[in-house]
């Protein structure tokens, strides 16, 4: 799997995650423990095993209908941070993973085991996330930190755009069953607004495409909320000349690929005009009953 997918999937689906938990027979009477994380539907088991075969480390568990994948050794987890050090992470999860990686090196120093250590980690714990739990803030007197402000430096490779549209975006078929042929394509992803920066640079790559330019003030791709920002790409010929050839040739993985695969089809069907009569658009209804929530091996 290319590194840089593994980057962009992992922008979209994992957690780094810096556990602190009360143990009594340690010095400081408290465990700590880095962990990274990406947990999907159990639909999408291979994707994960394709990530811990390319970087060599981890394990792989399900639970009900989720299956996780973990890193939690020490010496696995350098490779994790020499992953995303060679190949950083662009939204605002580069944060998360800074702060994570102080912790571990903290951790590393085997600091985390004085008490002066573990104040250092709890301080950077409380900008990680979600913060801080109720029982460590009862516990610890501490100051809690500021959150780094995140910055966007562009998107690095076209395989990242492939590993992020793997985990967040959405190939949807909008229809109207009242009337025969309205068929509309949609290649989009929904973001919280504090991405706003990873979105208009996300419409940018794809306005590239076309040799075109877009700013903040463009609504042609970019849609606001009060709480959230979006692309969504519904103009049949950027689909058709632009998007589709561009996962041609950056593959996607997992189930987002068979979605893909029939939102394509369904493109060749409108491109010959097969929606517009009966049968054909009977077949995009069934197609579409089976993408996204709907989709099964």
Not at 5 to 29: C, H, N, P, W
Not at 79 to 102: G, N, Q, R, S
């Amino acid at each position: 799997m290319n590194p840089w997918f593994i980057t962009g999937f992992s922008d979209a689906e994992s957690s780094f995650i810096i556990l602190v938990q009360s143990r009594s027979d340690s010095k400081t009477k408290w465990r700590v423990k880095a962990t990274f994380a990406i947990g999907l539907h159990i639909k999408d088991t291979p994707i994960l095993e394709h990530i811990k075969d390319s970087l060599g480390v981890g394990r792989i568990y399900t639970s009900g209908t989720k299956v996780y994948y973990r890193v939690e050794a020490f010496n696995e987890l350098q490779v994790i941070i020499h992953h995303f050090d060679k190949y950083p992470l662009v939204t605002a999860k580069k944060v998360d993973y800074d702060l994570f990686k102080e912790c571990f090196n903290i951790i590393k120093l085997k600091k985390h085991l004085t008490e002066k250590g573990l104040i250092q980690i709890i301080n950077i714990k409380s900008a990680l996330n979600k913060g801080l739990s109720d029982k460590l803030k009862e516990q610890f007197d501490v100051t809690l930190n500021k959150r780094l402000e995140f910055k966007f430096d562009g998107i690095p490779d076209p395989y990242w755009v492939a590993g992020f549209t793997s985990g967040d975006w959405s190939f949807n078929i909008k229809t109207t069953k009242t009337r025969l042929g309205k068929v509309q394509l949609r290649y989009s992803v929904n973001l919280h607004i504090r991405e706003k920066d990873v979105i208009i640079g996300l419409a940018n790559y794809i306005k590239a495409l076309k040799h075109e330019h877009i700013n903040e003030d463009s609504v042609k791709y970019v849609h606001y909320t009060e709480t959230s920002v979006a692309i969504q790409v519904v103009n049949f010929s950027d689909i058709v000349n632009h998007i589709i050839p561009f996962f041609d040739k950056y593959e996607l993985k997992g189930l987002k690929k068979l979605d893909f695969y029939d939102f394509k089809e369904v493109a060749l069907m409108m491109a010959s005009k097969e929606h517009l009569h009966k049968e054909g658009y009977d077949r995009i209804l069934q197609m579409k009953e089976k993408m996204n929530a709907g989709r099964s091996w």
